[in-house]
């Protein structure tokens, strides 16, 4: 049976920011509004990403929602990958700059909006940040991409691979489809590419 957590629905969505002239972003799907007068967002960062050490600094950053048109592709190059040893943005001209000074991302979203932070919470693992909305813009009408969309549509589907050659097993993250080699899994392990827990791999079998 699957975790109960999982039925929770939620959107995705490409958090930027830009701190000191380096720009960064990360995947994530926890966007909320939080008022309307005046519009607020919050959102909540793994305080192990590198997007959350830039917010911290800048106090700003932009949320572009994900759309049904994303592919695979924009999920691997902002959530795959760190930005403390690739710089995401060096090659990638699907984005421009908005007033707040971040990267709106272009490809594959239906909006931007950014966001000068007005609060932070520290909640363990992960840093949550509230603030106001200073621009947003409607980029297309295709739908906002929830996290079961991605899973059913976007996510290539998992290919059995059972054990390996030397007779290992494979868990494999739920999130983010990272593969862990190992009879057991460590019970504090940490997916070293979205952050989930050990609670959200799956042992593969044929």
């Known amino acids: 049976m699957s975790n109960p ?32 007068q005046p519009n607020r967002l919050s ?34 190059h902002f959530g795959f990958q760190s930005g403390r040893t ?25 909006t931007y909006l950014s966001v000068d932070v007005e609060q932070t919470i520290d909640l363990g693992t992960h840093i949550l940040f509230i603030g106001i909305i200073t621009e947003m813009e409607t980029l297309s009408d295709a739908p906002s991409a929830t996290y079961n969309f991605y899973q059913e549509n976007i996510k290539p589907k998992p290919q059995a691979v059972g054990q390996t050659k030397e007779g290992k097993t494979i868990w494999r993250c739920a999130i983010c489809g990272y593969e862990y080699e190992g009879e057991e899994l460590p019970a504090d392990f940490i997916c070293p590419l979205c952050k989930h827990p050990a609670s959200d791999f799956e042992k593969i079998i044929m």
């Open 5 to 36: 957590l999982f039925n929770i629905q939620y959107g995705l969505y490409v958090i930027t920011t830009c701190d000191g002239g380096r720009d960064n972003g990360c995947i994530c799907n926890t966007v909320v509004q939080v008022t309307a």
């Open 43 to 76: 959102v909540a960062l793994n305080k192990e990403n590198y997007t959350t050490e830039l917010i911290q600094r800048s106090g700003r950053f932009t949320v572009s929602i994900i759309s049904e048109k994303a592919d695979f592709e924009l999920f691997k």
């Open 86 to 110: 690739v710089d995401k943005f060096a090659n990638f001209t699907d984005c421009r700059r908005v007033s707040n000074g971040t990267l709106a991302v272009t490809r594959g979203t239906n």
